[in-house]
Structures are given as C-alpha cells and as structure tokens.
C-alpha cells in the first residue's frame, strides 16, 4: 500500500515507519493524521513484526503541524460571527482529537515503537515522540513546540 506522508518497510519482523515528505521538512497535513494509525493500528492488529522504528527523510525529522493546510477549517459563508466562532471552535476541537487519536494509536500499539529523531522534531513532532515507548536522538537532534507562539496549548 502507498502512502501520501509515509514510507513503511517490514524486513526481518522490524516494521519502519519514515516519515517521507523532507521537500516540506516533514510537516503534518491532514493525510498524516488518517495515515499514521492506519498503519499502526495493521502493522499491530496483524502482528507483522516485533518492533516498529518511526523515523524521517531530510534533515529534520518533522517540523510539526502544517498549518497552513487547517486554514479555514469551520469557516462557513454567510453564518453570523457569533455562530461561525461556534462552528469554528468545534471544528478545530474535532480536528484536535482526530490528531490525538493518532498518536493514542501509537501509545496503544501492543508492539514497542522507536522514535528515530534527527534535527528538528517541532510541535506535533514532539507528540509523536513521546507517544513512543523509546527514544534515539542524533546528537544534533532537538525538540520544541511552538504552539504557545500561535496561541494554541500544547498538550
């Protein structure tokens, strides 16, 4: 199967899991978030390996959310502005637990998961890691969230 955000490779019952968009420093569009416990989720469901190694193409290993791709999410024409905050907050809080889902996929996994961290691993990244039962990082690897600059609360 392919996918849009992911290179994933079984040999020798190790699953790897690459996060594989480097040409847009690995960020997380929507696709990412119906993707990544798909693949957790068959890769444990049908015990295909032992253990499961996520890591990244380029030099980072993911810059976090794009946001960029959640621009306009709830927004409906035409809604007076009381309602359409309504709309929006309940859209965004909707996309919120779709992106927690996946990464409770990851803690829930019966398998132990790797994080393989290089360079950066910003906002959703650092989620991600610490869904992981272990951690590897290079020794130029680092960790940050941004969302308090967005005014967003990082969970």
Known sequence: MTHECFNVTINNNV?????????????MIPQFWVELPAIIQEIDAEAKARVIVISSTGPHFTSGLDV?????????PNEDQKQRKLTAGAAFYDNVLVMQSA????????????????????GGGVDLVTACDIRYATSDAFLTIFETNIGMTAD
Request: charged fraction near 15%.
């Open 15 to 27: 699953a790897h899991i690459q996060l594989s968009r480097p040409e847009k420093r690995n960020s």
């Open 103 to 122: 990464f409770n996929a990851i803690e829930a996994c019966r398998i132990p998961v790797l994080a393989a961290i290089q360079g950066g691993c910003i």
């Open 68 to 76: 960029s791709s959640f621009a306009g999410v709830g927004q409906v």
